[in-house]
């Protein structure tokens, strides 16, 4: 589990370098073939460290339907090019999207929901 600061326990206001933030990397993008709505880099997107595995399985449900944020509408593919990760500030518990590779400008952000689905 990575924790996370927010507005209420950091002395920055939630600004430091371990809150949450949506990328300004990313934009909303709509597939010319299936006319289906992606989140796709806008710029250049590094390759991000992975995380620590838990040695024990963890089983995450999400639902997004009525959550905020570009993030809900990342789309599965089989071979991603991102990941979920389990971050938790306290008792509050959220997820984060992480780049596993270089994601080049125009290329949709993906990540593998697993099997359990």
């Known amino acids: 589990m990575h924790l996370y600061c927010n507005i209420n326990c950091c002395p920055y206001g939630g600004l430091c370098g371990n809150a949450l933030a949506e990328s300004s990397k990313v934009y909303m993008g709509r ?13 250049g997107i590094e390759a991000g460290e992975w995380p620590e595995r838990p040695t024990f399985p963890v089983r995450v449900a999400i639902k997004a339907e009525n ?48 099997d359990d689905l």
């Open 67 to 114: 959550m905020e944020g570009i993030m809900r509408f990342v789309n599965r593919l089989c071979q991603p090019v991102a990941m979920i990760v389990e971050v938790a500030n306290g008792r509050r518990t959220t997820v984060v999207v992480v780049s596993m590779q270089d994601i080049h400008p125009g290329k949709e952000v993906t990540v593998d929901y697993g």
């Open 31 to 43: 597939n010319v073939r299936t006319r289906s709505l992606g989140v796709v880099a806008g710029e």
